[in-house]
């Protein structure tokens, strides 16, 4: 796996049913350059097969600082198209994210800013630190975010609070980021590899093909009239439940004597 390449610039792991990605640029912040963007893509989709969920986190203390600005520099001197693609490598690996049927949660402490802000966003979960700092910081720069907050951010926190935070560049804390529902949860930093070793088995302990439909509706469902997306949900739960699926749904809840 790319884990093993001396010099990956993001490190692929496996442990049985669980997945593991880290971005390798502690030096940088984990600053995403247009290799990271690629490496992060092919790691998703290497290991999405072969595991039940897939956790993504930074190296050396901090999530993801952003775009890598000599890098930035470097491919604006060559043109439009090559700064492009520093863009596009980033969206194709969060594209990734949301097209694999597993769920992805990201890790997060220290620094979450700019690209690495965007990269919480894309996710299907988000833990972090309650202590850790997120912040689209592109306006501090003079700079138009380009990994997609104007697009998902006000999606998930509303607009006021989308534009709140782009358009001033305000950092928040993990514990704010949970109560303005941006993440999924935050906790005090010494029990951060605690609380997601336990969500990850809780994960890992679900039906692979209900987690898929269910993270695959919930995607979509931005892009729907509420009607048009309650019949999806409704075919995928009869999908489900005429097979062996729904056999193993009952057996289970039978062997617990009902309880829920």
């Given at each position: 796996?790319?884990?093993?390449?001396?010099?990956?610039?993001?490190?692929?792991?496996?442990?049985?049913?669980?997945?593991?990605?880290?971005?390798?640029?502690?030096?940088?912040?984990?600053?995403?350059?247009?290799?990271?963007g690629a490496e992060l893509e092919a790691g998703v989709r290497e290991l999405a097969p072969l595991v039940d969920v897939i956790v993504i986190r930074g190296a050396g203390g901090n999530?993801?600082?952003?775009?890598?600005?000599?890098?930035?520099?470097?491919?604006?001197?060559?043109?439009?198209?090559?700064?492009?693609?520093?863009?596009?490598?980033?969206?194709?690996?969060?594209?990734?994210?949301?097209?694999?049927?597993?769920?992805?949660?990201?890790?997060?402490?220290?620094?979450?800013?700019?690209?690495?802000?965007?990269?919480?966003?894309?996710?299907?979960?988000?833990?972090?630190?309650?202590?850790?700092?997120?912040?689209?910081?592109?306006?501090?720069?003079?700079?138009?975010?380009?990994?997609?907050?104007?697009?998902?951010?006000?999606?998930?926190?509303?607009?006021?609070?989308?534009?709140?935070?782009?358009?001033?560049?305000?950092?928040?804390?993990?514990?704010?980021?949970?109560?303005?529902?941006?993440?999924?949860?935050?906790?005090?930093?010494?029990?951060?590899?605690?609380?997601?070793?336990?969500?990850?088995?809780?994960?890992?302990?679900?039906?692979?093909?209900?987690?898929?439909?269910?993270?695959?509706?919930?995607?979509?469902?931005?892009?729907?009239?509420?009607?048009?997306?309650?019949?999806?949900?409704?075919?995928?739960?009869?999908?489900?439940?005429?097979?062996?699926?729904?056999?193993?749904?009952?057996?289970?809840?039978?062997?617990?004597?009902?309880?829920?």
């Open positions: 796996m790319t884990g093993t390449v001396n010099g990956a610039q993001v490190l692929v792991r496996r442990a049985e049913r669980v997945g593991y990605l880290t971005l390798n640029r502690p030096e940088a912040m984990n600053a995403i350059t247009v290799r990271l999530f993801c600082g952003g775009g890598d600005v000599p890098e930035l520099d470097r491919l604006r001197g060559q043109g439009r198209e090559a700064l492009a693609e520093l863009f596009l490598a980033f969206r194709r690996a969060l594209t990734a994210i949301a097209e694999v049927s597993v769920p992805v949660l990201a890790v997060v402490e220290g620094n979450a800013v700019a690209g690495g802000f965007e990269l919480i966003q894309a996710c299907d979960l988000a833990v972090v630190a309650a202590d850790a700092r997120l912040a689209d910081i592109h306006a501090r720069f003079g700079q138009i975010p380009g990994g997609g907050s104007t697009q998902r951010l006000p999606r998930i926190v509303g607009q006021p609070r989308a534009l709140g935070l782009i358009l001033t560049g305000d950092r928040i804390s993990g514990a704010e980021a949970a109560s303005w529902g941006l993440v999924y949860r935050a906790v005090p930093g010494d029990r951060l590899d605690q609380e997601v070793s336990e969500l990850v088995a809780r994960l890992i302990g679900g039906s692979r093909a209900a987690l898929a439909a269910s993270k695959r509706l919930v995607r979509e469902a931005a892009g729907l009239p509420l009607e048009e997306g309650l019949d999806r949900e409704l075919a995928a739960v009869l999908d489900h439940l005429v097979g062996p699926a729904g056999d193993a749904a009952v057996a289970a809840f039978t062997a617990r004597g009902g309880r829920r």
